[in-house]
């Protein structure tokens, strides 16, 4: 296990892509983690409106005077804290289910009907609708996002298990008469972590994007700052576009939203080069 | 007169684990009309042997040596040239029709696309010498055979339309790869019947691991161990005369001949055993076969073995 | 049995989104239909007048019996009675009608384009896999598709739209115009067209060149590809007949995410663009808490999806021989 761990980093080492990507979400972490002590004012702290950037406040202020660097310091927490706790629930579930549909057939087979309709029900579009009719709160936001990603994750596990089941070694552990239970913990969950490594990632960045989506739309929380509420704010003010005003206001939290989404993206993509070796495989 | 001459073939890939010496060194000779059987254990080199002449290995591959076809080098042939004789001049001939043969596409369109290629027929002549070469493998109402999948043949039909696809352009050397490898008895002994029958007057280079079909197809055998080869000969000879001990030991571990199997297993080809390469599997090993690597030695006409019990 | 899994899968699909529409209104805490009895806390910024306000109670039918009520729900849905809007104060089917063409028009193109584009870059980055072009393509087509669409889309409009002019910045057509012809009115929604289509198109394009190149480099691997070779057959023949046709197949299994995706898309990119399709509509519903215009819109873009299922296994049939003969 050491050992795949050690050969796993070193084969991470060489994916450009994968270092870029950590690296820049090494970077959002670490400012989400010290946004106290990194921002100059209290983000909710009202100065004067629709400030160009000035030596106070660096990117200017917002339409009711609030810091935008700050608000944007203090919007990576929050757009990360809803990405991780959203995806690392939803994998969680995800990957307990996929593990039981996949090592018991006729659940698995009904449960993967509802998994597809899960899946036909368009994400974005749905949670819009329950975002209007709930009250917006960060822990409403994460419910939803729960709600509708376990199943990508389920999906993937479940047809991993499907083709681990049936591996030899899997029989031979299940004639020397060990339980199903700890057939799926001993031998089949450390075999679907990688993916499940991956999916998360994966999720986390569709996380991202959702929750910068509704608060664009101002179906987010209005008590927290987050970048696409920021962005949300700016779209709705009149001048936004034949002013300068998109320079500082939109441009940097849109490039933050950006950033975040790559370097998931990046990771997650250099992680799934290395877990899933059909890709790696060449002619021979 | 020599066909296809291979001469100091050596056949490298690299990998994670080290260099992998799939071949190393191999010379050989197909003659005009020959009908040679290439004959070794499951990874010992055949395929790859097969593959580096026609070209299709990874380019990652390191190939040195010569294969001298009709007076020209074709280690040395641009791509472009090359592709002019694959299919046309040599056809090879892959292993597992099942996966061989493209899903999606019907087999005679297969067929019919390489005769368009390389007999310059426009698509409804091409598509008639589809359905032509099909009856000629004694594919039943080829017509109506011709626009099915490769999902709706059978097993041994697969390997006919295979067959089929390969003689298509009626190329000079064929090479066949394992063409009998997982079918069973009945259409293993058509399928033979069928390839001695369609490659006559034509070379073939016959690939498998199946001496006993090898036999009723080829005039001469070559065996290979561990990326070299270690035996030629008349068919005949072989069977009668077999000289080197793992031509021996691979005869005695045939069904009809009492099952006895060379013990040990065969040796990776990244980290080959000194001087012999059987002599760890051989009971008539020497000091002299773990230090030193025996040549090839002709001991009568037509019959070459690499191992010093002769020498 | 595939035949019937599918079927199964759509007609629950289509139950459980009716049922979720149905229920979403009668289970949420804060009683939505609080503007309806009016119940001065809610947050209703419409005020009704009694007429629509009586429309509205027959529709929901509140003081009926549950069952009762998903009953009329449905039976209403089969007539085509999607509810009333409360700010259009007009039928919801005739609001949602004119804006739905919009929306075919909008996301149509930009599918046609994205899914030629993303397949055709996808394959060709399998085909150089290691080279440099594969390289690049990657980190460039990754990067891209990192900006969220309403970004590159409010982008597009500074940078196109303003700074250079070359594009309208809102609407379908330009306002109160007269064509002379045909042929300009064409252009000029064109005109209009184009941003926000390249936005949804740049915006989604990663998802389908990944799953493209993926799914070309496990075809690429396989040994109908090395007897495509055998033949002497060209590389990029064997890459458009026989690589291509089996790699396109795992795709299109993948439509129904795929379009959900691009239907998200349309949401944020109508309503940066004031592109007066369906989602627009959505947008507008749940600002204005139009929540039977919401539904409605809701539904239409459910149906959408589900259409878009359908044309993706008539593709798989059309496809893979080997379904039609099961």
Known sequence: MIEDTIAFLKGYKNSVIGLVGLGILIFFVVVAIFAPYIAPYDPHEMYKPVRHPNSDHLLGTNHIGQDILSELIYGTRVSLFIAFISSIIASYIGTSLGLIAGYFEKFGFFFMRIVDGFLAIPRLPLIIVIAAFMRPSIWNLIFIFVFFGWPFTARIIRSEVLSLRNRPYVDAVRMLGAGNFYILCRHILPNVIPLVVVQLIMEASHVVLAEASLSFLGLGDPTTKSWGMILHYAFEYPTIFISDLWKWWMLPAGLCITFTILSLTFIGYALEDLVNPRLRREIL | MSLLTITHLKVHFPTQDGMVKAIDTIDLEIANSERLGLIGETGCGKTVLGMSIIRLLQPSTKIEGEIWYKGKDLLKLSEGEMRKIRGKEIAMILQNPTTSLNPVLKVGDQIAEAIQLHQGLDKRAAREKAVEMLESVKIPSPDKRANEYPHEFSGGMKERAMIAMGLACNPSLIIADEPTKGLDVTIKMQIVKLLKEVSRRKSMLFITHDLGVATQICDNIAVMYAGELVEYAKTEDVFKNPLHPYTQGFLNSLPNMGLKPIRGMSPSLIDLPSGCRFHPRCDHASAKCTIEHPPMVEIEKGHSVRCFLYT | MHKITKIATYGI???????????????????????????????????????????????????????????????????????????????????????????????????????????????????????????????????????????????????????????????????????????????????????????LVIAHIGGIYLLTRNSMLNVLGEDYILTARAKGLREGYIMRRHALKNALLPISTMIALIAGFMITGTILVETVFAYPGVGRLLYEAVLVRDYPLLQGAFMIITLLIIAANLAADMIYVYLDPRVKHK
């Open chain 3, 13 to 199: 699909i289509i139950f459980v989104i009716l049922s979720f529409n149905f229920f979403l209104p009668r289970i949420m805490p804060g009683d939505p239909f609080a503007f309806l009895t009016g119940d001065p806390s809610t947050d209703m910024p419409v005020v009704l007048d009694a007429g629509i306000k009586a429309k509205l109670l027959s529709y929901y039918g509140l003081d009926k019996p549950l069952s009762m009520q998903y009953y009329d729900y449905i039976a209403n849905i089969l007539h085509g009675d999607l509810g009333w809007s409360i700010y259009y104060n007009a039928p919801v089917w005739d609001v949602l009608r004119g804006s739905l063409k919009w929306t075919l028009l909008l996301v149509g193109t930009s599918t046609v384009i994205y899914m030629a584009s993303g397949i055709m870059l996808g394959a060709v980055s399998a085909w150089k896999k290691g080279k440099r072009v594969d390289a690049g393509l990657l980190t460039f087509i990754l990067s891209l598709s990192s900006f969220p669409s309403f970004f590159l889309g409010l982008l597009f409009i500074i940078l196109f739209g303003v700074d250079l002019g070359l594009f309208p910045i809102s609407g379908a057509r330009t306002p109160f115009m007269d064509y002379s012809t045909s042929f300009e009115e064409i252009i000029d929604i064109l005109h209009h067209l184009l941003l926000p289509a390249a936005t």
